[in-house]
């Protein structure tokens, strides 16, 4: 009877045990999914150009999904998007359980990465916009954090461009991982996701920058809220 009670113990615990690694691996890679995603940015537009353009910006976030895979990979399975998470919650690979942990570690992650942003590029911002954040204009830098429609982007085309884009985002995923298939050579799944996520930057950035990702997406946006840039960072675009 002891040995049972235990070893039910230790099952109990274990299980709180793994899922705070698991929150733990989610927030740590979508945090360096941000600093360099985001960091790349700021560099890019704090610069005026000079030290980056839309290539440098398209292999930061590529690099930073990479080692957000390498860091949370093998804990997690580095989701570090709540639409991969709910995709594999479809599928039956993650107990619906687990879903909110993730997509608040996910959350948190991408604020506090926009923090770090933030406070390494402090003291550009205030050189850059002399302490006034605006959203939109010749020296917005809303857009560091966060990805806005462009002018001539529709409600329905927008719609469009962000089911393509996760479509493709979970798809490529799937037969990445999947051991059945082909799938990708043991150790070489990050490169192959970031590859993903560059194919994708390339060739589906012109609408809204490819906000595949609501976690990416809105918790730097959250941020930028509360930082100084106002309520505006939700509504600056009027639809077509």
């Not at 230790?10 to 045990?17: A, D, Y």
């Not at 879903?99 to 550009?124: H, I």
Request: glycine fraction near 12%.
């Amino acid at each position: 009877m002891e040995n049972d009670n235990t070893r039910k113990m230790k099952e109990r615990f274990g299980l709180r045990r793994d899922i705070f690694k698991e929150f733990l691996a989610e927030f740590l890679g979508i945090f360096v999914l941000i600093l360099f995603g985001c960091g790349s940015v700021a560099q890019t537009v704090l610069s005026k150009g000079a030290l980056g353009e839309p290539l440098t910006i398209h292999v930061g976030f590529t690099l930073g999904v990479m080692m957000a895979v390498f860091i949370a990979g093998g804990v997690s399975g580095a989701h570090v998007n709540p639409a991969v998470s709910l995709a594999m919650v479809i599928l039956g690979k993650l107990p619906l359980k687990k879903f909110p942990v993730y997509v608040v570690a996910q959350f948190l992650g991408a604020f506090a990465g926009s923090c770090a942003v933030y406070g390494l590029y402090y003291d550009a911002l205030m050189e850059y916009t002399n302490g006034e954040f605006s959203v939109t204009g010749a020296n917005a830098t809303a857009n560091i954090f966060a990805s806005y429609p462009a002018k001539h982007l529709s409600v329905l085309n927008g719609f469009v461009d962000q089911v393509c884009a996760t479509a493709a985002l979970i798809l490529c995923i799937l037969a990445i991982t999947d051991r059945k298939n082909i799938g990708a050579p043991k150790g070489m799944e990050p490169l192959c996701i970031g590859l993903i996520i560059m194919a994708i930057g390339v060739s589906m950035g012109l609408n809204c920058g490819y906000p595949i990702n609501p976690a990416r997406d809105l918790g730097p946006r959250f941020f930028t809220a509360v930082a100084g840039w106002g309520m505006d960072v939700f509504s600056v675009h009027s639809w077509s």
